[in-house]
Antibody, heavy 118, light 110 residues
Framework: QVQLVQSGAEVKKPGASVKVSCKAS????????ISWVRQAPGQGLEWMGWISAYNGNTNYAQKLQGRVTMTTDTSTSTAYMELRSLRSDDTAVYYC???????????WGQGTLVTVSS | EIVLTQSPGTLSLSPGERATLSCRAS???????LAWYQQKPGQAPRLLIY???SRATGIPDRFSGSGSGTDFTLTISRLEPEDFAVYYC???????????FGPGTKVDIK
């Protein structure tokens, strides 16, 4: 069965960086891309970007361009999302997500809480 | 960029009642690219409906989706206690492999 298992919660200071991992299993990793979605406390869902696990192509949300980098390690079937220059409004639960058919997310990671606080 | 608006913001109903949730897009959306999710506190979202009207695997038939163009609806025919949650609509493809989510509708117990 498909599983996406994310790394644990992080606490960071403003201006720092965070790197969240998402280990995939139960399918051929390079067959699909991985999306990242975040959710601030009490707020809705925000798409952050997508990376192809096949060739590393990316598409980032415009508001995060320049601060976010998504990568994959095909040897370990793991996707990574790095966010730099953290601000308090980056405090959120970060999800990795898999859309097998491409148009809707079938599988979600368990979420990683990133808290940005001085 | 397509903006999704959901109404109402909160829907207060009793178990057994019918819930009708609306999702409106700022411009026409392909039905193939409209999905609905359920999210409970502390959990990741769960896919309910894709392609505007197709139920995802394991989703009970009390959940149904309809609509086209700019107006889409999620209907829960008879609310069960486990259905009280937040529901999001989602559109695919403003840019390649991108998703846009609506702000959500909370269905709570009256």
């Amino acid at each position: 069965q498909v599983q996406l298992v994310q790394s644990g919660a992080e606490v960071k200071k403003p201006g720092a960086s965070v790197k969240v991992s998402c280990k995939a299993s139960g399918y051929t990793f390079t067959s699909y891309g991985i999306s990242w979605v975040r959710q601030a406390p009490g707020q809705g869902l925000e798409w952050m970007g997508w990376i192809s696990a096949y060739n590393g192509n990316t598409n980032y949300a415009q508001k995060l361009q320049g601060r976010v980098t998504m990568t994959t390690d095909t040897s370990t079937s793991t996707a990574y999302m790095e966010l730099r220059s953290l601000r308090s409004d980056d405090t959120a639960v970060y999800y990795c997500a898999l859309a097998v058919a491409g148009t809707a997310v079938d599988y979600w990671g368990q979420g990683t809480l990133v808290t940005v606080s001085s | 960029e397509i903006v999704l608006t959901q109404s109402p913001g909160t829907l207060s109903l009793s178990p057994g009642e019918r819930a009708t949730l609306s999702c409106r897009a700022s411009q026409s959306v392909s039905s193939s690219y409209l999905a609905w999710y359920q999210q409970k506190p502390g959990q990741a979202p769960r896919l309910l409906i894709y392609g505007a009207s197709s139920r995802a695997t394991g989703i009970p038939d009390r959940f149904s989706g309809s609509g086209s163009g700019t107006d889409f609806t999620l209907t829960i025919s008879r609310l069960e206690p486990e259905d009280f949650a937040v529901y999001y609509c989602q559109q695919y493809g403003s840019s390649p492999y991108s998703f846009t989510f609506g702000p959500g509708t909370k269905v709570d117990i009256k």
